[in-house]
């Protein structure tokens, strides 16, 4: 039998990970979590699984455990997918990073496209590192810090907020499928002063002239400076909301921005909406 260097690399991890191991490790614990957390794992998180710092030593060192940032390992017979990337970049940062901008509103399911740099937040007092990401320093609401998938993360308002700075269709996307004005006005009150505060103000006031969509704004802008009237936003007919209808000519204008309409969200009712 010949032996080629990948199989004798692939016959050491097997060998390192399935080495007798001390009776305290809860294996079925650690798998669980390797499974659960996109195959990444801390140093501390080992060793609540039992673990102890020669036996993790021992798995980076037969190859079975890869390091991505200091203390922070992903298991070397998985995919590296980019969830996985994505939480060793937060986890690298320390244990009070969040997720934060583009890559929580992917986390969040808002949007799909991963940015190219991931962007974490620290709290401005204390000592983080940050290795492959952009840092900022901050110190967000504790309310705007949640726990998803095992990760910590801007709430769903605030990174909505964030993300849609500069980008105004992740705005209209989210409210068409994930929240609403109410929420991310009580997110950005929350957060006054951050970069793109501004910014975030105008998309908000903008949003709260009804249009759900950057070109729906757009056309209730036109409709204004025209000082053309009769018209209505999101107004209810036969089971379905009209971006914007003139009741009296019977005319309906639909318009289609990035994101999609969601006919269950906009169901119900007849005739509601503000006339102008």
């Known amino acids: 039998m010949q032996l080629t260097v990948a199989s004798v690399v692939s016959c050491t991890r097997f060998a390192a990970w399935n080495r007798p191991t001390p009776m305290s490790v809860n294996r079925d614990m650690l798998d669980q979590w390797l499974a659960q957390h996109d195959g990444v794992i801390t140093r501390a998180q080992a060793r609540h699984c039992g673990l102890s710092d020669d036996s993790i030593d021992r798995l980076v060192r037969?190859?079975?455990?890869?390091?991505?940032?200091?203390?922070?390992?992903?298991?070397?017979?998985?995919?590296?997918?980019?969830?996985?990337?994505?939480?060793?970049?937060?986890?690298?940062?320390?244990?009070?990073?969040?997720?934060?901008?583009?890559?929580a509103a992917v986390w969040h399911n808002v949007i799909t496209d991963v940015p190219s740099v991931i962007e974490v937040t620290v709290p401005r007092a204390g000592r983080s590192r940050a290795d492959g990401c952009r840092l900022r320093r901050r110190d967000v609401h504790p309310k705007d810090v949640?726990?998803?998938?095992?990760?910590?993360?801007?709430?769903?308002?605030?990174?909505?907020?964030?993300?849609?700075?500069g980008k105004a269709h992740i705005?209209?996307?989210?409210?068409?499928?994930?929240?609403?004005?109410?929420?991310?006005?009580?997110?950005?009150?929350?957060?006054?002063?951050?970069?793109?505060?501004?910014?975030?103000?105008?998309?908000?006031?903008?949003?709260?002239?009804?249009?759900?969509?950057?070109?729906?704004r757009l056309l209730v802008r036109e409709l204004r400076v025209q000082k053309i009237r009769g018209w209505v936003v999101n107004f209810r007919w036969g089971g379905y909301e009209i971006d914007i209808a003139f009741p009296h000519e019977m005319v309906a204008v639909e318009i289609?921005?990035?994101?999609?309409?969601?006919?269950?969200?906009?169901?119900?009712g007849t005739g509601a909406g503000k006339t102008y």
């Open 171 to 216: 705005m209209d996307r989210a409210l068409q499928r994930h929240t609403n004005l109410e929420g991310l006005r009580r997110a950005h009150a929350r957060n006054m002063g951050r970069t793109g505060a501004p910014k975030a103000e105008r998309l908000l006031k903008a949003a709260e002239g009804g249009a759900r969509s950057e070109g729906e």
């Open 62 to 103: 037969s190859d079975a455990w890869c390091v991505h940032n200091r203390g922070v390992y992903f298991v070397a017979n998985r995919p590296f997918t980019t969830d996985a990337h994505i939480r060793c970049t937060v986890w690298g940062a320390g244990m009070n990073a969040v997720l934060s901008g583009e890559a």
């Open 256 to 268: 289609d921005g990035w994101a999609f309409h969601s006919d269950a969200m906009r169901s119900s």
């Open 146 to 165: 949640v726990l998803r998938r095992g990760l910590r993360v801007t709430s769903l308002d605030l990174t909505v907020l964030e993300a849609s700075v």
